[in-house]
């Protein structure tokens, strides 16, 4: 079974740019959560969507975004890049009440 | 305070020896615990997921959950060179935020050969 599967791997943008991650869920899984990693915070919850609906959002500005389509797979904008959200971006999926299971990440990094 | 709370390290040991590693938290309303293991340049890989308190084991990793305490710990026996990583817990509460994990900052872990 396919695991996680995370596009592109690395990204380097411009300040004030904008940026789309993308994100196709385990099969058969219809959660979808995304997360920030840095060194100095660790990881930190962005948002979870499940059937195509936002259940939960983490304390982010509104320039982070995300959607889900009905194939399960997920998508992140961040608008108007700034140096600080040079990270690792992190998705993962889960079944109902069961644990999440991570990709590998995008790394993007703002210059 | 934070939510989360796990020694950074590095932690050093050599290859066979028991290692330990901890997690405090504050919010008792954490139901489900996790450990995942993170390779460089990999995501975070689940390892162990436990509900309430407990242990629980699979091969050579033993998670502890002590919920009176607030204190969560995952032994790795015969440690290898394999298993040199970061190691990071993760809990949530019940009903629908288990999707809203809560993570310590990880500790890193080396096995020497």
């Known amino acids: 079974k396919a695991g996680v599967t995370q596009t592109p791997r690395y990204l380097i943008k411009t300040r004030g740019q904008q940026v789309t991650l993308s994100c196709s869920p385990i099969?058969?899984?219809?959660?979808v959560s995304w997360y920030q990693q840095t060194p100095g915070q660790g990881l930190q919850f962005l948002f979870e969507y499940f059937s195509e609906t936002q259940r939960n959002k983490g304390n982010f500005p509104g320039r982070f975004s995300g959607r889900q389509f009905s194939n399960s797979r997920s998508e992140m904008n961040v608008s108007t890049l700034e140096l600080g959200d040079s990270a690792l971006y992190l998705c993962a999926s889960r079944r109902d009440n069961s644990p999440l299971h991570f990709g590998n990440g995008t790394r993007l990094t703002v210059t | 305070q934070k939510e989360v709370e796990q020694d950074p390290g590095p932690l050093s040991v050599p290859e066979g020896a028991i290692v330990s590693l901890n997690c405090t938290y504050s919010n008792s309303a954490f139901q489900y615990f996790m450990w995942y293991r993170q390779y460089s340049r990999k995501g975070p890989e689940l390892l162990m997921y436990t509900y309430s308190s407990g242990n629980k084991e699979d091969g050579r990793f033993t998670a502890q959950v002590d919920k009176s305490s607030k204190y969560i710990s995952l032994f790795i026996r015969d440690s290898q060179p394999s298993d040199s990583a970061t190691y990071l817990c993760?809990?949530?509460?019940?009903?629908?935020?288990?999707?809203?994990?809560?993570f310590g900052k990880g500790t890193k872990l080396s096995v020497k050969p």
């Open positions: 099969s058969g899984h219809r959660s």
């Open positions: 993760a809990m949530s509460d019940l009903g629908g935020s288990q999707g809203n994990l809560i």
